[in-house]
């Protein structure tokens, strides 16, 4: 059984597309995060979700919106899809804030 | 606000050679650190923790790192290195009492290449 796992795997669209990431956490997780791996492998945080609340927004532009429905799942949705918003996306989640997070295998976003 | 820094972007090195991998991080509170690792075109798994106690702390796979306070560092080392091994490791710290989300600060990243 996979413990966080995102769909889709990989996402080919083009410039100015609205486009969809989901994300499902079976470890019973209160606390659920998307990160951001660029080009040269760095990662972000962008969001984090604590028993649904957004509890971080790192400056992420606000055509990402996050949905997170009930605890097990943290939803991406991005508008207008920018160049610049190529990447690898994860989701991740942990047993409690500050502790260890556990990732999902991401979603590499390609936009053309 | 904390940061990592890793130390060495690549280190290449021959199969069952030691290795170690470099980590300094800087925070004004009490941290957790963690060392991730990513293998190529897959998700990060969390390699070891430290939380709190022991300083040394150890992976089911024979990587170790040792929580230094004093210089503010968390080094990954193994003894002896597989081809298996080469992967981008990644460290990383939180804030120990959550109050930044729990958000993780990962270090640049050392890409660990193992020849035979």
């Known amino acids: 059984d996979t413990a966080v796992s995102q769909t889709p795997k990989y996402l080919v669209t083009q410039m100015g597309n609205d486009k969809s990431i989901k994300c499902e956490q079976n470890?019973?997780?209160?606390?659920m995060y998307w990160y951001k791996q660029d080009s040269k492998k760095f990662l972000k945080i962008m969001f984090s979700?604590?028993?649904?609340?957004?509890?971080i927004n790192e400056t992420v532009p606000n055509r990402f919106s996050p949905k997170s429905p009930d605890k097990a799942h943290l939803n991406l949705h991005i508008n207008s899809l920018e160049l610049g918003d190529s990447a690898v996306y994860f989701c991740?989640?942990?047993?409690?804030?500050?502790?260890?997070?556990?990732f999902g295998q991401g979603t590499r976003l390609t936009v053309v | 606000a904390q940061s990592v820094t890793q130390l060495d972007s690549q280190v290449p090195v021959f199969e069952e050679a030691p290795v170690e991998l470099r980590c300094n991080y800087s925070?004004?509170?009490?941290?957790?650190l963690f060392w991730y690792v990513q293998y190529p075109n897959q998700g990060l798994q969390l390699l070891l923790k430290?939380?709190?106690?022991?300083?040394l702390v150890e992976s089911i796979n024979g990587f170790e790192a040792e929580f230094n306070k004093s210089q503010t560092s968390f080094h990954l080392r193994k003894p002896s290195v597989h081809i298996s091994d080469t992967a981008e490791y990644f460290c990383?710290?939180?804030?120990?009492?959550?109050?930044?989300?729990?958000?993780?600060?990962f270090g640049q990243g050392t890409e660990l290449s193992v020849k035979p």
């Open positions: 430290y939380l709190s106690g022991s300083t």
């Open positions: 470890l019973g997780h209160d606390t």
């Open positions: 990383a710290v939180s804030e120990a009492l959550g109050n930044q989300g729990g958000k993780l600060i």
């Open positions: 979700y604590n028993n649904k609340e957004l509890i």
């Open positions: 925070s004004s509170v009490s941290v957790y």
């Open positions: 991740a989640s942990s047993p409690r804030v500050g502790s260890e997070a556990f």
